[in-house]
């Protein structure tokens, strides 16, 4: 109970909790800053997990995956953009979310048998937005892992869709890059590519109306995500863009 609490005062007041440990530490003899060191080193431990497979949530997401046995014809792949939404309401029960928070492509590569049931015959992406945090980011890294995916998914139509754009400007720049770098992968026929910021964000970056982070988006950005994808996933996949 007492490191909940802890828990609770570091997320509210975090600078003031620090302090008074410190003061705490440095009046036993233990000194201020290898408190303030160990401090740093736990919080990016939890915020920062190097794979994000390996993370509670993500871990509890796929055995929900594994445990389920109903027969979608489409499935939503992605990560919490994607995993926050209602898609069975907005676009039909035939539709399954299988978005998780924290997703990579990377990641998505790698659970892509566990989160495709052999009945989906329609897979729609949306994946990317959380390769930006890497340090070595690379478009092209993204990309790769992307063509990977389309690789595993042939036989089966893929919906691409674009990344969408947050309220930050400079990440809205290697979003840009992203997006060329996945459309330019659809020019084979492995995949549909479809930009949704034209309609879903028209102003080229996320307003503080619909978001509650700058990342996140609310029910209306929803709104208008299904009102572009619908046509699209009712249109015969032979049919021209």
Known sequence: MLRAALTGMLARRPILVLLAVALVFATLGYGVK????????????????????????????????????????????????????????????????????????????????????????????????????????????????????LKRLKGRRVILQSVLFTADDAVNRKIVALNQAYARLCDDGSCEWLDLNPQVIPTGRLEPADSSDGRHVMGAVYARWAARLAPVLARDASANP
Do not use: C
Request: proline fraction near 6%.
């Open 34 to 149: 290898p408190v303030i060191n160990r401090w740093r080193a736990s919080q990016a431990a939890w915020q920062f997990a190097a794979e994000p497979q390996t993370r509670p949530r993500y871990r509890l997401r796929m055995s929900i995956f594994a445990n389920l046995h109903s027969k979608p014809s489409v499935v939503m792949l992605g990560d919490s953009i994607t995993q926050l939404a209602e898609w069975p309401e907005l676009l039909g029960p035939q539709v399954a979310n299988r978005g998780i928070g924290g997703d990579t492509s990377r990641a998505l590569l790698g659970r892509l048998d566990a989160s495709v049931p052999e009945s989906a015959r329609t897979v729609v992406i949306m994946i990317g937005l959380n390769d930006l945090k890497g340090k070595d980011w690379t478009a092209q890294a993204s990309a790769a892992n992307v063509a990977a995916i």
